[in-house]
C-alpha cells in the first residue's frame, strides 16, 4: 500500500520550484521590432439571413379541385409507391413476413400442490 509522508512533499517542493524557474522566459529585449497583431476578419453567422417569408395560401375548393383533376388521393399513392421501390426492394408475396425473428418461450410455471 502506498503511504505518504510529509518528507517526500518537502523534498518535491524545491524540484517543482527549479522546474518554474526554468520556464520564465526571457523579457522582451528593445533590439527587436513589435510584432503586429495579425488582421483578422469578422463574418457574422446572420450574414445572409432571409427572413421567414409566408407563402400565399390557395383557397382549399382551388386545392380540391386540383386533387381531384390528378386522380385523387390514389393517383399521390400510387406515385409514391412506384417511386420508392425497385424491383431489386420489393418483397416477395410468398416469402413469411416474420422469418427472421424468434421469441424465447415463456417460463414454465410448475404447480404447486
Known amino acids: 500500500m502506498f503511504h505518504s509522508s ?3 512533499w518537502l ?3 524545491p ?7 526554468v520556464a520564465q522566459t ?3 529585449s528593445g533590439d527587436s521590432p513589435p510584432i503586429d497583431p495579425p488582421n483578422l476578419t469578422f463574418r457574422s453567422a446572420f450574414d445572409g439571413y432571409q427572413p421567414y417569408a409566408d407563402e400565399k395560401a390557395i383557397p382549399w ?3 380540391n379541385d386540383t386533387v381531384h383533376r390528378r386522380g385523387g388521393w390514389r393517383a399521390y399513392a400510387k406515385e409514391a409507391s412506384e417511386g420508392s421501390t425497385t424491383e431489386g426492394d420489393a418483397p416477395k408475396a410468398d416469402a413469411a413476413p416474420h422469418a427472421g425473428h424468434s421469441m424465447p418461450a415463456p417460463p414454465v410455471k410448475k404447480a404447486q400442490p
Open 6 to 8: 510529509p518528507a517526500r
Open 11 to 13: 523534498a518535491a517542493l
Open 15 to 21: 524540484a517543482i520550484a527549479a522546474l518554474t524557474a
Open 26 to 28: 526571457k523579457s522582451a
Open 61 to 63: 375548393k382551388q386545392a
